[in-house]
């Protein structure tokens, strides 16, 4: 007997209208009314994606498919018999739509369809559903929330390497053993060597017995034919950490800060504590308080209980260090797992391999950046979001969701535990956690009873250079790199701006080279020879005189720092010392990371010079002096989070040091020397700073206080867009004019008023509640007219205001 799934119409569920597939309907007036609520359209009934009903039972002939161009609508197709019992919610499909095909997801399966003369679908991608009902609930949450189109948010929780239409696993040859029945042949020696290696392995890519033979396929064929080994095509998985050797290691014994936080995590996790279910917890704990392992015991215990679990780490902190903590954990034992590796630095068949050991259940914790939180495990019992408060986990190009959020989410939907860690809390997690939204652990000493690092800040105002303005190192910063030199300890050197110098200018006729598409100066880069644009990446030679025509001046100069600068003057200063700078610059190839990280390891280099690429996660215990050259760099930026990203990128670095035994030191090099985020981060004093920044905000209704919405204008034309802003700004103000705790600030050029040849105009929206802002907009989205040139990017809770 078949069992029919039950017919339920969610309180919440999106209902859609759906048009024809052959022919484009107009748009329903606005499209959110028959998105959300189902007004507009036909109510449809949809089936409860829980039940997850399979297009076995024998009434649900007809598949909603949301299809990959984004036109905002959803269409229905006929599951031609040879398909049924293949088509799922969540099932890739391959369409008809019009004279082309194209692929889409199912999104709901249905008895009849108000349409006449549907096309049959025509293929189904994949053995199983590729995007688990919970994924697809959570695409619609994203649709919804980051006031996007469903098409694009659905694109998005799956990797582009898992969508294409044929799996794309690596098929090779294999030799395997093939043990002969009665006497073996007679073998020369070299034929017996390349035997027992095989027997050994039992089985062993061609590729590699080649190799490690040294000998020709030719050979092998020769043993195949005796009947010795058996040569065929196998899928053989990409390992993107098959190199690596890692060691097994045990859990450590906790401290009470590391139990008692555990403690409370796991009574939730078994349903004994309060806040039975869906809990999301905030793990403030300062640098090396040992969060990671309480993040790995925490997973053991989820294991034990049979779900999996997701990691999500900033993309920068995706090292291989880290990464094998994860994996030696769980390489042996009763608990033993694979652990799927989610980055950029992954090939396409490495992630499509690493993303189907998921889907397949055999990988049960995932490691990833951003995107790994779409990761397809289930069940799922906890998510880890470390490094919260980085602004790596939103996405900035749309869907601009933050993968943070997106993690609190999903944890309510599946009924995870979500646990938010950090030494530096964003404030919005902070204020929940105080608001008991969140519920806080804390974990204020070092694990091992290492001190925390001295911080000591050094007002360059007061550092004289014989009337030539400021050093770039202060007397206290060479003496205390000197001091580390003699005693083979290391430095690290932090600036966060990569090239040698900052701008071009003529002192004469004040000229400054600018990027010819973008507002901003260039950048020269001395090894390269070029002035670079850090925005659109423009490069071109760097003049030898002055450009300007009426003044030709041939002693024009390089002004302003970067890491290229500090590593040139460091080796002058200190020739015998070994210098290693990491930058994007430096960083040309995929291994390269990892080299210097392994050389700086080894005690191959002195001192470490980079950009916030090394502020994060790296745990070197011979480090035991880090030097930050330009603290406040961050503070002069058009941004209601310059101080809190200050406070936050100090304190990071500072981190970096005194990890071993000896005690680290740590100088701040700053021209504002008692500006609170440098006070406060001097000071180890993270609630310190919290209440003091949450005051300016309160008063301005930044988040965490309010929620904000980004509105963009971009256009070649700047009437144009500057026209569009006021337009926007007029439609908004008829929109929302009963809205009454909200602010429209703008429209104002961007602080980055040009980029790429674009000009940007914006408008900031402030308002206690965003969920319903978003609908708004979205229903505003819909009717807005713009020039055709002028476009419009809507940035939810944004966290990069250029
Ligand atoms: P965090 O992630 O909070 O920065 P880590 O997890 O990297 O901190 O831990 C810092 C150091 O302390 C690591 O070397 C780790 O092995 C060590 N550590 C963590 N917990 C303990 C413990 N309970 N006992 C001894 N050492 C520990
Ligand atoms: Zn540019």
Request: charged fraction near 25%.
């Amino acid at each position: 007997m078949l069992r029919l799934a039950p017919l339920v119409i969610p309180p919440d569920a999106n209902h859609r209208v759906h048009e024809d597939d052959s022919e484009h309907k107009p748009e329903p007036a606005t499209f959110h009314d028959a998105f959300v609520s189902g007004r507009g359209g036909v109510r449809e009934r949809v089936f409860d994606l829980d039940s997850r009903p399979s297009a076995l039972d024998l009434f649900l002939v007809v598949a909603r498919v949301t299809l990959e161009i984004a036109l905002r609508k959803e269409f229905d197709y006929l599951i031609p018999p040879e398909l049924v019992g293949q088509v799922e919610v969540g099932s890739r499909v391959k369409v008809p739509f019009g004279p082309r095909q194209v692929m889409g997801c199912v999104t709901a399966l249905i008895e009849t369809s108000t349409h006449v003369n549907l096309k049959p679908l025509l293929k189904v991608i994949g053995a199983r559903s590729l995007v688990t009902p919970g994924i697809l609930e959570l695409a619609r949450w994203i649709g919804d929330y980051y006031c996007c189109a469903p098409e694009i948010a659905l694109k998005s929780v799956l990797p582009e390497a898992v969508r294409k239409e044929r799996e794309g696993w690596r098929e090779r040859l294999f030799v395997r053993s093939a043990a002969p029945g009665g006497d073996s042949p007679k073998l020369t020696k070299r034929q017996q060597e390349i035997l027992k290696i095989v027997e050994e392995r039992r089985e062993l890519p061609l590729q590699e017995l080649l190799a490690l033979a040294g000998t020709t396929a030719n050979t092998i064929r020769r043993l195949e034919d005796k009947g010795l080994v058996a040569i065929a095509l196998q899928v053989s998985e990409r390992d993107p950490y098959a190199r690596e050797n890692i060691l097994p290691t045990q859990p450590l014994a906790l401290n009470a800060e590391q139990g008692k936080s555990l403690a409370q995590i796991i009574a939730v996790m078994d349903g004994s504590g309060p806040g039975v279910g869906s809990t999301t917890f905030l793990l403030h704990g300062v640098t090396g308080s040992g969060k990671t392992e309480v993040y790995l015991q925490a997973i053991a215990h989820a294991l034990e209980r049979g779900k999996g679990a997701i990691v999500l780490v900033p993309e920068i902190a995706l090292t291989p260090q880290t990464v094998e903590r994860f994996k030696a954990r769980f390489s042996h034992g009763p608990l033993k797992t694979l652990v799927a590796v989610l980055h950029s630095h992954l090939s396409a068949g490495e992630r499509h391999d690493e993303w189907h050991k998921i889907r397949q259940g055999r990988a049960r914790i995932v490691i990833g950046a951003r995107s790994a939180i779409f990761a397809p495990v289930e069940p799922l019992g906890l998510i880890i979001v470390d490094e919260e408060h980085e602004h790596s986990y939103k996405q900035e190009e749309s869907p601009r969701y933050h993968a943070r959020d997106v993690a609190v989410v999903r944890g309510r939907m599946e009924k995870a535990i979500v646990v938010l860690g950090s030494a530096t809390p964003s404030l919005e997690s902070y204020h929940n956690a105080k608001k008991g939204k969140y519920r806080l652990l804390e974990m204020p000493s070092r694990a091992d009873d290492k001190k925390m690092p001295l911080v000591r800040v050094v007002d360059m105002r007061q550092e004289g250079n014989k009337g030539k303005g400021p050093p770039i190192f202060a007397q206290r910063l060479k003496d205390a790199i000197t001091t580390r030199l003699e005693r083979k300890e290391q430095t690290i050197l932090f600036l966060n701006r990569r090239g040698f110098a900052t701008s071009l200018q003529c002192p004469k006729c004040g000229y400054v080279a600018e990027c010819p598409n973008c507002s901003v100066s260039l950048t020269y880069h001395r090894r390269a020879q070029r002035l670079c644009c850090h925005i659109c990446g423009h490069a071109a030679a760097p003049p030898n005189v002055c450009p300007n025509d009426q003044c030709r001046n041939a002693a024009i100069r390089f002004a302003g720092l970067g890491t290229e600068k500090i590593e040139d003057v460091l080796t002058k200063l200190f020739p015998k010392a070994n210098v290693r700078r990491m930058d994007s610059d430096t960083l040309q190839r995929k291994e390269d990371y990892r080299t210097i990280l392994g050389d700086f390891r080894r005690g191959k280099i002195d001192i470490l010079v980079g950009t916030q690429m090394i502020a994060k996660g790296l745990h070197f215990p011979n480090v035991t002096l880090v030097g930050i050259i330009h603290a406040d760099l961050s503070l002069h930026q058009a941004d209601f989070r310059a101080a809190e990203r200050t406070f936050q990128l100090i304190t990071q670095v500072a981190g970096r040091a005194g990890r071993g035994d000896v005690e680290g030191e740590v100088i701040v090099q700053t021209f504002t020397p008692f500006h609170p985020a440098i006070q406060f981060a001097r000071r180890h004093d993270f609630t310190g700073f919290y209440d003091e920044e949450v005051g300016f905000r309160e008063q301005l209704r930044y988040p965490p206080l309010g929620r904000v919405a980004l509105l963009t204008l971009k256009g070649r034309n700047e009437e144009k867009v500057a026209f569009s802003a006021e337009h926007l700004r007029k439609e908004l103000e008829k929109v929302l004019k009963d809205w009454k705790d909200l602010i429209i600030a703008g429209p104002a050029p961007a602080p980055l008023a040009r980029a790429e040849t674009f000009y940007r105009h914006q408008l900031m929206l402030r308002s206690g509640r965003m969920s319903h802002l978003s609908r708004e907009l979205a229903r505003l989205l819909m009717v807005l007219k713009l020039p055709e040139e002028v476009t419009l990017a809507v940035d939810i809770d944004p966290v990069n205001l250029a």
